[in-house]
C-alpha cells in the first residue's frame, strides 16, 4: 500500500523527523491561502502515486501567493504522466504546498526490506535528488548499507558509518544518526515495506529537513495499523487492482498483455507468466487465485476477465495441492453461468481431486479448451488469443 507526501511527511514528524512547514490543498484558493501563511515563497507539489514528478512538470515554484494560486490551478484537476505512470498519466486532485528551504546539499536516506538476507536495510548516499538506481548504476562507490537486527535495532555506530560515508562532520553525524534512529522506527512501527526522504536536504544553517518522502507498506500487516488504511487513495490506484481486491482477490497485478491469467500459487503464477512470454504471448495480469475453500474467488476472477476489454484468452492452470481441483472445477462452470464468457479459456489441471475436477468440466458442456502439461496450457493460450476464437 502506498501513500501520498503530504501523508508520508506527517508520519516523519510524528516520529520527530523534521520536514518543511506547509499542508495540501484541494483548490487554488486553498494554496494560496497557504502560501500566504508560510510567507509567499513556496514550492507547489502534485499529489500523485509516481516518482518523476519535477521532470513532468509537477513541481512548481512560486515566489508569491498569486503564483502558488496559479501553479496549483495548473496541476488541480489536470493528469500528471511521468516515466512511472501509464500512458494515461494520472489525476491531480491536490497539491502540497510547502515553504522553500535554501538548500545546501541533498542526500539519500531510506529504510527497506532486503529480500536476500530477510532484515530491514539502511541505504544512504551523498547523492540525492536521484533515483537510486541511477546512483548505483553511475556511481556505486556513493551508496552505504547497513543491516539491522530487529532485535536489538538500529545501532548509532551505524549511524556514524553511513554518515561519515556521505561526507558528514562534527554536530551533523550526531543529528543525522538520531535522524536513521527516527526513521527505523517508524519503518518498523508501521509495519513499512519501504520508508524513503529524497532527498533529505542539509540547509544553507547546517539544519536536517526531509523535503519529500515516499512510504509504502506491507499489506498483510496493514489490519495492525487502521490510522494508515484510512489514508489510501484508492483513485491513485489501478481501477483493476482495485475491484479485484473489493471481490477479495488479493493477489493481482495488472500487466500489460492480452491473456488472462488464474493460477493457484505465485511461484507457478509467476513461471505461468515467463512461459506465455517464452511462447510468443503476453500476460495481461498476475493472479494467484491461493487455496480455496469455496468457489466465489473462481468466479470473481472471470468477472475480472470479463471487465478488461484487451483480454482475447484465458488460461486457467491449477496445480492442486492444499487447494482442491474439484472446487476449483465448480468455480469455473459456475462463472459459465453467470457470465457471458466470449473469450477462448484454455485449462490444464492436476493434483487434488484432479479426475473429480475433470468429470464435472466434462458433464458441464462449457466450452473450453483443455492443455495436458504445463507448456502445452500456455502455448494453448498464446494460439488461442492470436485467433480470438472460442
Request: include cysteine; proline fraction near 3%.
Amino acid at each position: 500500500m502506498k501513500i501520498h507526501e503530504y501523508q508520508a511527511k506527517a508520519l516523519l514528524a510524528q516520529f520527530g523527523i523534521p520536514i518543511p512547514g506547509g499542508r495540501e490543498a484541494s483548490t487554488p484558493s486553498e494554496a494560496k491561502k497557504i502560501a500566504n501563511e508560510l510567507g509567499g515563497k513556496v514550492v507547489v507539489k502534485a499529489q500523485v502515486y509516481a516518482g518523476g514528478r519535477g521532470k513532468a512538470g509537477g513541481i512548481k515554484m512560486a515566489s508569491t501567493p498569486e503564483e502558488a494560486e496559479m501553479a496549483a490551478s495548473e496541476l488541480i484537476g489536470t493528469k500528471l504522466v511521468t516515466h512511472q505512470t501509464e500512458p494515461e498519466g494520472v489525476s491531480v486532485s491536490k497539491v502540497l504546498v510547502e515553504e522553500a528551504n535554501e538548500v545546501e546539499r541533498e542526500l539519500y536516506l531510506s529504510v527497506l526490506v532486503d529480500g536476500a538476507s530477510r532484515l530491514p536495510l539502511m541505504v544512504a548516499s551523498e547523492a540525492g535528488g536521484m533515483e537510486i538506481e541511477q546512483v548505483a548504476q553511475a556511481a556505486p562507490e556513493k551508496i552505504f548499507r547497513t543491516h539491522i537486527d530487529p532485535a536489538v535495532g538500529f545501532q548509532p555506530y551505524q549511524g556514524r558509518k553511513l554518515a561519515y560515508g556521505m561526507g558528514m562532520v562534527g554536530n551533523q553525524v550526531r543529528e543525522l544518526t538520531r535522524l536513521m534512529t527516527q526513521l527505523y522506527n517508524l519503518f518498523m512501527a508501521k509495519d513499512c515495506s519501504l520508508a524513503e526522504i529524497n532527498p533529505l536536504a542539509v540547509t544553507v544553517d547546517g539544519k536536517l529537513v526531509a523535503l519529500d518522502a515516499k512510504m509504502n507498506f506491507d499489506d498483510n500487516a496493514i489490519f495492525r495499523h487502521k490510522d494508515v488504511e484510512e489514508l489510501e487513495d484508492k483513485k491513485q490506484e489501478e481501477p483493476l487492482e482495485v475491484q479485484a481486491a473489493n471481490w477479495g482477490i488479493k493477489n493481482y497485478v495488472k500487466m500489460d498483455g492480452n491473456i488472462g491469467c488464474m493460477v493457484n500459487g505465485a511461484g507457478l503464477a509467476m513461471a505461468a507468466n515467463d512461459l506465455i512470454q517464452y511462447c510468443g504471448g503476453s500476460a495481461a495480469n498476475f493472479l494467484d487465485i491461493g487455496t480455496l475453500n469455496t468457489t466465489d474467488r473462481v468466479v470473481n476472477s472471470f468477472k475480472m476477465f470479463t471487465s478488461d476489454p484487451r483480454i482475447k484468452a484465458v488460461l486457467v492452470n491449477i496445480f492442486g495441492g492444499m487447494a482442491r481441483v474439484d472446487v476449483i472445477a465448480r468455480g469455473i462452470v459456475e462463472a459459465y453461468k453467470q457470465i457471458d464468457i466470449s473469450f477462448p479459456v484454455v485449462i490444464r489441471l492436476a493434483g487434488t481431486n484432479v479426475e473429480e475436477g475433470k468429470r464435472i468440466l466434462a458433464e458441464s458442456r462449457i466450452s473450453f479448451i483443455e492443455a495436458k502439461d504445463f507448456y502445452d496450457v500456455a502455448y494453448k493460450a498464446v494460439e488461442a488469443a492470436k485467433g480470438g476464437k472460442k
